[in-house]
Nanobody
Framework: VQVVEYGGGSVQTRGSLRLSCVAS????????MAWFRQPPGQEREWIAT???????AYPGGEKGRFTISRDDDENTLYLQMDNLKPEDTAMYYC?????????????????WGQGTQVTVSS
């Protein structure tokens, strides 16, 4: 089981980026798939989760500037990030769990990628 993130980079304020997380060794649509991020010197924070039934969960129940999605044909998870701000600068991680028997905002997912860096400049 492996997840690998792609798509990070440097972007200016108000720009957009789309991150990808390619799943291998398992079927992504059967797992709880999530995005987290970790700004420099801070704790890892939850961005969003998509459940096996394709429903989504976001902090506070609102999507905001970031949108999570899943392409079952490509076995890939995406994170569309719009109107980026300097405070969005962080390492972004993809996570997967087969059961999701915990609060989905917690970093308790079984499988994690190595992360992809996003840097937003003003």
């Amino acid at each position: 089981v492996q997840v690998v993130e792609y798509g990070g980079g440097s972007v200016q304020t108000r720009g957009s980026l789309r991150l990808s997380c390619v799943a291998s060794g398992f079927t992504a649509r059967a797992y709880y798939m999530a995005w987290f991020r970790q700004p420099p010197g801070q704790e890892r924070e939850w961005i969003a989760t998509v459940r096996p039934d394709r429903t989504t969960a976001y902090p506070g129940g609102e999507k905001g500037r970031f949108t999570i999605s899943r392409d079952d044909d490509e076995n890939t998870l995406y994170l569309q990030m719009d109107n980026l701000k300097p405070e969005d600068t962080a390492m972004y991680y993809c996570a997967a769990d087969p059961q999701g028997l915990f609060q989905l905002s917690q970093p308790l997912y079984r499988y994690w990628g190595q992360g992809t860096q996003v840097t937003v400049s003003s």
